[in-house]
Nanobody, 127 residues
């Protein structure tokens, strides 16, 4: 059984930082790209960032570029999302997801492309 488990969410003030983690178990994710999405109340799930298996390719949404950094440790089956300079509009449930595909393509920005999902972790940024 495939599991993606996120952690690291919480409440932070505007300008603060958080680091999210997503650990995979139950199958091999060799070759899989990993992505982070977020969903605020009443809004659709939106793409945040994706990283290729090797880590050499990343793709960031414009809204987080320069503030968020994705990385991965394949030996530990873990993906990280470092979030700096957080804003109230970053408040959402953050989900990690896994998919086969080429990071940087429009397709890989769509939630429908991803086969595996975590349960989500809440990030709340207070003003």
């Amino acid at each position: 059984q495939v599991q993606l488990v996120e952690s690291g969410g919480g409440l932070v003030q505007t300008g603060g930082s958080l680091r999210l983690s997503c650990t995979a178990s139950g199958r091999s994710f060799v070759g899989y790209a990993m992505g982070w999405f977020r969903q605020a109340p009443g809004k659709e799930r939106e793409f945040v960032v994706a990283i290729s298996w090797s880590g050499s390719s990343t793709d960031y949404a414009d809204s987080v570029k320069g503030r968020f950094t994705i990385s991965r440790d394949n030996a530990k089956n873990t993906v990280f999302l470092r979030m700096n300079s957080l804003k109230p509009e970053d408040t959402a449930v953050y989900y990690c997801a896994g998919a086969a595909g080429q990071v940087g393509s429009t397709l890989m920005r769509s939630p429908r492309r991803y086969n595996y999902w975590g349960q989500g972790t809440q990030v709340t940024v207070s003003s």
